[in-house]
């Protein structure tokens, strides 16, 4: 198992790491307001977007560079460690300087030369599992950042597309299993992508924990009816702190024996 | 919520409901061993199939007749009540005798004829999701059954067909949280269909208890190398033992509340 | 490759054979009219369901005997053979009496009790291919009819369940060329459940033609906006007999070789 | 319906355009033997590959900058108009002065950034359907270049995965249908891709024709057993002679109407 040391966070230990944050930045006080308070409820790392992969051109897509400076701030500001995502190679160094972690997301789990740039930094990559991806397709991919030599790679199972008639994506609890066994890397789980509704992500951030995730990346938002991306599935700010306490309560069980 | 009660079990209630035994019924010496050893554990339910499904023929096919003989040893000698599966409505005056509850397999959840026959009994069905078989399509064939007037219907979420390289089915639990909303039905989920593990059976069952299942239906078999029916994912006589001490610390967090 | 003869058709031989007719027999003037023209235009087979496996208990589920006495008038009046699908193992017996085939439809593929019973019998089974059925599964379904001694099995695909945002189901023309190799028996393809639009039945059908099916069962109505079951993808008379003129020249041509 | 002009061929008009040449440039010698060939044949552009997007690191990655100047030396000697893949945003530029279209691949359909580069020139784009796209998420990855001013757009059917035990994909040919009506862009079928067969890939081709693709992109090889890229799928010079025969009969016919 491989555990990836930033500051004074491992990833891949008996801890497990949520990082918390809404889908998109989209104002200073609007990051720092869920950054304070995800922290309070325990979360150690913030998770906003700047670049957003959308489906429609027409819908937001990030601040960009604006947002990586809020990120900036938002990590001076509370000591959250930060991550988030990567579109593009031309934007990997630029990213570089403002993040602890680069996040790929699930439309580019194949990008190649995307993968190959980041690869070439020594900062953490979470690459989040293509919709449709076979877990050997998967692996495959991420053999693309360790070729370069970077091996703090941190898997995601987010969703995949499969019968849903209910919720956005199917959260597949059995690829957590199967990865942590079919590759060392630490496993997260993302219960947001995962249902896609508000009502479902506390329960799926349960099942996340019990099947043996390292860690969580779940969306909050102060005010999910005015997020400008993905609020369906964003949980406010004190569900997350309920939440997060109902995750304390059982990762601590015997049955779990982990910690939050 | 509909409320199933049998003997002193209610199912749907706040207590989940374990159904554990062997894929097929094999011999009396082994249902009774096992039956007798999952009851000590905290089941309340032995399931064991004496008509199996299998989709090769040259599979072994069940015991029949005499299988259900053994299932009424059983109920004899334990005090368990038992489940087991009618593939033909022209088996359903035969089985009525010796089950407590009919279970339909995802093979047959939308044999239509089976389940008017069964609907025009009144004993519970427990019927599975099809592995391709979006809610919808599920809901609207168990109509089937509660057009003849039996509303006692279980729902059973036991893995889909998805992406699958490692696990033999990918285990839905997004659809155990959405059938709690679409349905009144008592929801269980089958761990042991949803992972075909045995390594991943236990994780499964703490997933589906955590998401808000209402029961699980669990093979265990007493020499799981043996079994003349899906051996690779039975628990055996001891895992189930332990599982079930985990699952019972698991239900009575305050963050689920239930117990077992 | 495995002839199937019957009368004077041949079933995998260098003639396509074309079934056709309605969804479900309504009434004798409709089948009768459906019949007729069905036969001017080409077809060798009457098609027509009197037992109809529907997704919703409420919705037409046919005529029954009433529509078995319906197809021996057709037969009687026609000449041509029919085939109606069996859905209940304690219907073979009867329906053998009027039909030339079973047809096992896609939801009771894995039907073991019913494949059996058809499989005690001497006549020629079309067993549809499950929804969500890998090929191997399917060939390992209809060996539960072979085993019983019965080698007349005709396949059939029906379209899959995959990411149809548009059609009913995705037409799987490859697996009609895999079938022609993994088997030895004769395969159809349904372009109209293959699509479930009656703007697309007409060049799926070629598709099927031109990839290598050995027949098509094609649904015909004649009026499909006043059709009890599925009259979207009903074609009409004329349509049906435009799209023979269509197919006759295609299979005519030296880049496909055979007639209809 | 649109129609893309460049130089005298026209894409999306009745005459059904031909795209052929091997999976990835290896060589000139094997591109010009190969663009020869296919040339002779009928077909009026080659495809070649100088950057592939592979699934394994470890596989082939192809030529770069040298397989883009085999290209112009192909363009140059037989007058054929080019196709080749650009994997990333930065590259554009460079594969501009060489290509006369762009293709973007199925793992790139959602490459935002690089979506928006290509749209930002002035000459034609085939965008390949993902994986597993339905097919409004795909139409709606096409508007990052359309709403760059570019409305060249070709879109391609190359197969999903689905259920597949045989083909590597499984080719939806209900989606060149379902295109057809939902956009005005022309359709391509891609036959190697959605078989990944030799011995399919001329049925398949078949099938695309005869449901409506506006053109055809197939691999071909001088040696196919010695290719460095996906020999499995690629057809011999012969078999593509032949198979343009059977085509060019076809696409005449009264039943299809178009030429080749």
Chains 1, 2, 3, 4 share one sequence.
Do not use: W
Request: glycine share 10%.
């Amino acid at each position: 198992m491989s555990v990836i040391k930033i500051g004074n966070v491992e990833i891949g230990g008996n801890r497990v790491i949520v990082a918390a944050g809404p889908c998109a930045i989209e104002s200073e006080e609007q990051a720092l307001t869920i950054a304070k308070s995800v922290q309070k409820s325990g979360a150690l790392i913030f998770r906003g977007g700047a670049y957003k992969p959308r489906t429609k051109r027409s819908s937001f897509q990030g601040l960009g560079e604006k947002g990586l400076e809020i990120l900036e701030t938002v990590k001076r500001e509370t000591g959250l460690l930060v991550i988030t995502e990567v579109m593009d190679p031309r934007d990997v160094e630029k990213i570089y300087r403002f993040t602890d972690f680069f996040q790929i997301g699930s439309r580019s789990f194949q990008n190649f030369p995307l993968l190959i740039e980041v690869g070439k930094t020594n900062k953490p990559i979470m690459v989040k599992r293509g919709m449709g991806a076979k877990l050997d397709i998967y692996l495959s991919a991420v053999e693309y950042i360790t070729a370069e030599g970077n091996e703090k790679v941190i898997l995601c199972e987010r969703g995949i597309n499969a019968l849903e008639t209910y919720s956005k994506n199917t959260l597949d609890v059995n690829a957590i299993m199967a990865l942590k066994t079919l590759s060392t890397f630490p496993v997260f789980g993302d219960p947001s992508h995962g249902t896609g509704r508000n009502d479902m992500v506390g329960r799926a951030a349960k099942a996340c924990l019990v099947v043996g995730a390292d860690g969580l990346l779940i969306e909050v938002h102060n005010n999910p009816s005015e997020a400008l991306c993905d609020g369906d599935q964003a949980l406010t700010l004190r569900q997350f702190d309920e939440l997060m306490t109902e995750l304390k309560e059982l990762a601590q069980t015997k049955a779990i024996g982990r910690s939050i």
